[in-house]
């Protein structure tokens, strides 16, 4: 996924001037081919990132189209307030990109861990909130989120996830994307958990349960159509996310839920990790499956929901 | 422009800020008399600004990075005429627009960044300093800080950037008044030698009188160095300067002047009620 970052940074700053890319002293190799083909707008502003944001802001401000990019804690929860001031107050174009999002860097411990970020970067005005579950929808995310006039923020995985196959290549911010048809139970998804969510998926056909997926590429805002029509199809929803349970995709979904005048027919269901900082060490495969993100937990739990769904 | 009518003007905003801070209880008033000098030479003398072009994008930009001196900033914009003087009469109303800090640049003509929370300002100055050079634009960037606001992380992380990306079109004034909100800025947070500070972070930077105009007209003439550096003025002041009463009195950082005390202001400052 970061490569293909960089690629398409690399192909877009040829076609588009304005575009600078800021990063927090990571991905020097990574953004050569940038430099080489953009002089002069890549930008290490070194390991400072309160000030990289407020830099980003000042660009945004004079003409250019800057682009953030470090380890998801630094570029969010360490420079929170000038995310909201500097960026959202201000509604200006910057794009904050979080690499290693979720538990991807989970063997570097909690303070790199980030199941937050969907939370606090949500509830800011003006703030797009975007998580790709693959380097396709990564690619189409950037090139969305440069036509936008205010702050977007994109969280990405490391490198080496899964291409989603898809029918589907209409892309647009706020609208989600069937990845999967089924008529019984519909899962949700959102970020490079999507392969998880799609093998979830297969265990539950294989056990008579036909489930739909849906790619929620952006989470805020959310495709409240789909949602509408999601909710009012399916006993059983699951919204699976690399994040807390708390105030991510699946706390956005149920505050839309409970603002809805209609009962709806499903039951939500989150799978997400639990409120805590995980404190042993291990592997994103190891912590994930510590807070049940794994396809045979999620079939498991979605089956016994779907057979007391309908007896 | 001569030095005896900035002073007149520096005089003048001076009176409309205490006017304007007893009328809407606005307080911050020691900390906005202490950098009404420097910005009158700054807007009056420096900046290649157009009111009637607020979003030209070859214009000079001033970023006041210590919020709270918006109620000195909103007067000289209105005195360059980015909007009526009296459009300042809403100072303060429900639903008006000028607060005590300033709004974002959409919301008022020759605002550049909508500032407040200190350490913010510095950072975006750079940003639009780099910017300027990203796009071959021959502009200058000047902020303003406060001593208080160099206790902020981020005003060093930005002077180390500047440094390192040898920004020359970027020039810091640091309003040296000696306080902050709670105390003496040296007792707070141990801040001398605060241009040694500067120059320490890669920067040119130099001390002058921040009350004396001339001193201040010939810091911003001097020719851009080729040093490829940053330019950092430590410009002394006094907080609450012009009003004898005020002067170094931090009393005077939350303080409203009674009407008698607005009378007596007026009066030293020799400019009508």
């Known amino acids: ?311 | 422009m001569e030095l005896e009518e900035l002073q007149g003007i520096a005089r003048e905003i001076r009176g409309r800020i205490i006017a304007n801070s007893h009328k809407t209880k606005t307080p911050h008033l020691g900390s906005c008399l202490s950098c009404v000098d420097i910005m009158v030479a700054v807007y009056f003398h420096s900046l290649r600004i157009d009111p009637a072009k607020p979003k030209d994008p070859g214009r000079d930009r001033f970023i006041l990075s210590k919020g709270h001196g918006a109620p000195t900033l909103f007067q000289i914009l209105a005195r360059k005429g980015f909007y009526p003087e009296a459009a300042l009469e809403s100072y303060g109303q429900d639903g008006g627009i000028f607060a005590e800090h300033p709004p974002t640049p959409d919301h008022l003509p020759g605002i550049e960044a909508a500032t407040g929370s200190l350490g913010h300002g510095l950072p975006i100055a750079l940003g639009m300093a780099l910017a300027g050079r990203a796009q071959n634009r021959n502009y200058q960037v000047v902020a303003l800080l406060g001593d208080g606001e160099c206790n902020e992380g981020s005003i060093w992380e930005a002077a180390m950037m500047a440094a390192a990306q040898r920004v020359d079109n970027l020039t810091v004034f640091i309003d040296f008044n000696k306080w902050q909100a709670t105390g003496r800025s040296e007792e707070v947070l141990a801040l001398n030698p605060l241009v040694d500070k500067w120059r320490a972070f890669g920067w040119d930077a130099c001390e002058i009188d921040g009350h004396d105009m001339g001193q201040l007209v010939e810091v911003l003439s001097r020719k851009k160095n080729s040093k490829g550096k940053p330019v950092a003025v430590v410009a002394h002041t006094v907080k609450g300067k012009g009003v004898s009463f005020m002067e170094d009195d931090n009393n005077w950082h939350y303080r409203i002047p009674s009407a008698e005390e607005l009378a007596l202001a007026h009066k030293e400052l020799g400019v009508g009620a």
Not at chain 1, 179 to 193: A, K, N, Q, Y
Not at chain 1, 228 to 248: K, T
Not at chain 1, 267 to 275: A, H, K
């Open chain 1, 1 to 311: 996924m970061r490569n293909a970052f960089a690629d398409e940074l690399t192909r877009l700053g040829v076609d588009d001037p304005r575009l600078v890319l800021l990063s927090g002293d990571i991905g020097n190799k990574l953004f050569d081919k940038f430099k080489d083909k953009n002089e002069g707008r890549f930008f290490n502003c070194g390991i400072a990132e309160a000030n990289m944001m407020g830099v980003a802001a000042g660009m945004a401000l004079s003409g250019l189209r800057p682009i953030v990019y470090t380890i998801t804690p630094f570029t969010t929860t360490r420079c929170y307030e000038q995310i909201r001031v500097d960026a959202c107050y201000h509604n200006v174009p910057i794009i904050i990109v979080g690499t290693g999002s979720g538990l991807s860097y989970a063997e570097l411990g909690p303070t790199h861990h980030s199941c937050e970020d969907l939370a606090i970067l949500r509830v800011l005005p003006n703030m797009t909130v975007m998580a790709p579950a693959d380097e396709v929808e990564l690619r189409q995310c950037i090139r969305a989120a440069l036509k936008q006039d205010g702050p977007v923020y994109i969280r990405i995985g490391k490198k080496g996830e899964q291409i989603i196959p898809k029918n589907d290549d209409n892309f647009e911010i706020g609208r989600s994307i069937t990845v999967r048809e089924g008529s019984d139970v519909c899962l949700i998804g959102t970020g490079t958990l999507m392969p998880t969510v799609l093998e979830a998926a297969e265990m539950l056909a294989a056990a008579g349960i036909t489930a739909r997926v849906e790619s929620f590429h952006t989470i805020k805002p959310l495709d409240e159509k789909a949602l509408g029509d999601i909710l009012s199809s399916y006993p059983v929803v699951a919204v699976v996310e690399e994040h807390s349970r708390i105030g991510g995709l699946y706390g956005g979904i149920a505050e839309w839920l409970a603002s809805q005048d209609e009962k709806m027919k499903g039951r939500l269901i989150s799978f997400g990790t639990d409120d805590e900082f995980m404190h042993e060490v291990g592997s994103q495969e190891y912590a994930r499956a510590k807070y049940g993100l794994t396809a045979g937990n999620i079939a498991n739990k979605i089956h016994a929901a779907f057979s007391s769904s309908s007896k």
